[in-house]
């Protein structure tokens, strides 16, 4: 994997989290511990990859541990970002070359990537206090976005943490796959499943049907 000095300057990448966020103990030990037996990894909170007056913010969960973790740019590195790229490339929504290890000339249009968690937990799993601490890096990346006008949420604590920032009930706006939600802001949140190796091996998810949902949010902009 590269290290984040060699992640592309496009002009893409945005900190919205500062790189010395230790807000999560938990969080911050687990990095530290990777900066020890991967000092060339990025192991920092991931920036926010595309543009800010995009009309559509894709909200995944949290960097992978040899995934955006490694390469210091959202879903660049593992199977999910594998399979989301490909998915925005069939829907025109960027260009250039895309490379698993982020040195490309990838440029994403009319579209930005975060995570609802910006380090990386271990087992993939963050607790509700640090995707809670986190909170505060959406509402600076939503305030930011003044042409906004899809949220797309990859999985249901993505879903979950974007009614939250909004004060709404959850049980107003159910996640499933392909739901699609107009919120009272006129805000449409869209939502899918995540594409993670999990859920493409287990078939709760194909890679046809993600490409689907990626493409059902052009009927909301």
Not at 25 to 36: D, E, G, T, V
Not at 56 to 70: E, Q, R, S
Not at 137 to 161: C, N, P, Q, S, W
Not at 199 to 216: D, H, K, M, S
């Amino acid at each position: 994997m590269v290290s984040s000095s060699r992640v592309p300057s496009s002009g893409q990448l945005d900190y919205i989290a500062p790189k010395s966020c230790t807000k999560c103990p938990r969080l911050a030990q687990f990095i530290a511990s990777k900066k020890q037996s991967h000092p060339h990894w990025h192991n920092a909170p991931v920036p926010s990859f595309g543009p800010i007056d995009a009309e559509v913010l894709v909200v995944g969960l949290a960097p992978g541990l040899k995934g955006a973790n490694a390469t210091g740019r959202p879903f660049t590195g593992d199977f999910a970002g594998n399979v989301l790229y490909q998915a925005l490339a069939s829907h025109n929504y960027c260009s250039g070359q895309f490379s698993p290890d982020g040195r490309d000339n990838l440029v994403l249009h009319n579209i930005r990537i975060i995570n609802a968690v910006r380090c990386v937990p271990p087992q993939n799993k963050p607790d509700a206090s640090e995707i809670a601490n986190c909170r505060g890096y959406l509402k600076t990346e939503l305030t930011k976005m003044t042409r906004l006008k899809v949220m797309f949420a990859l999985g249901r604590i993505a879903h979950d943490t974007c009614l939250t920032h909004f004060g709404l009930r959850k049980s107003a706006y159910p996640f499933s796959h392909g739901s699609a939600h107009k919120l009272p802001n006129g805000l449409w949140l869209v939502s899918s499943y995540h594409c993670s190796r999990y859920n493409i091996q287990t078939n709760r998810l194909t890679q046809t049907q993600f490409t689907q949902a990626v493409g059902q949010i052009a009927s909301y902009i």
